[in-house]
Every structure is written in C-alpha cells, then in structure tokens.
C-alpha cells in the first residue's frame, strides 16, 4: 500500500488543522491506521491509531479531547482532526499502516511522506 498524507500548515496556538491520509494500491480495509509525528530534536511518537473499520481508537494522552482520528474506507481516507493545537503539537505528521497488531505500537509497515505542523503566533 502507498500512503499520501497532507493536510500540514502552519496555524496559531488554539486553532485547528485536518490531516489526510490518502491510501492506494491494496484493500484499505485491510489496514490498521495511525498517525505518528516526530518534533525537532526527538524522537518519532505515536499519536493516534484506528482499526480497520473504525470501532477502536487510541491516542497518547497529551492529545486526547483535541484530536479526533477517522477513516472512511469507500473513499481510502484516513483523517486526523486537530483542535486547539498547542506550539508543543509542532511536528512531522506521518500516516502508517498494518494488517495487524496493537494500535498502540512503533511497529507499523508502511509509512507516508510527513505532512509539517507549524504552532506558532
């Protein structure tokens, strides 16, 4: 599966953003889904994964109630709604992909190009 996120910009502190990842090549359905981001100077981080159909979430704790993680698999879309973002929420924004395993976990297969997130006034 290839994987196009977009979607990135730059924003003020408490604005919102919507992140897409676009999905191609193979059954989406068939993918477990996450968004990573990797700030300056750290590591790459999990943000948010979503099952195949959308029945389970998770988030990592400094996002959860601003950003909402979705799918739509008639259209191969993944999309991370980003509310009231923070200046700490400035990253790379990656999409990924699995057939299977925890949503919580580094080790997904396929990654797309990253999407920049710019907070700042």
């Known amino acids: 599966v290839q994987l196009q996120a977009s979607g990135g910009g730059l924003v003020q502190p408490g604005g919102s953003l919507r992140l897409s990842c676009v999905a191609s090549?193979?059954?989406?359905?068939?993918?477990?889904m996450a968004w990573f981001r990797q700030a300056p100077g750290k590591e790459r981080e999990f943000v948010a994964g979503?099952?195949?159909?959308?029945?389970?979430?998770n988030y990592i704790d400094p996002v959860k109630g601003r950003f909402t993680i979705s799918r739509d698999n008639t259209k191969n879309t993944m999309n991370l709604q980003m509310n009231n973002l923070k200046p700490e929420d400035t990253a790379v924004y990656y999409c990924?992909?699995?057939?299977?395993?925890?949503?919580?976990?580094?080790?997904?297969?396929?990654w797309g190009q990253g999407t920049l997130v710019t907070v700042s006034s």
């Open positions: 990924a992909a699995k057939f299977t395993g925890p949503l919580r976990s580094a080790t997904y297969n396929y």
């Open positions: 090549g193979d059954t989406f359905s068939r993918y477990i």
């Open positions: 979503i099952s195949w159909r959308g029945g389970n979430t």
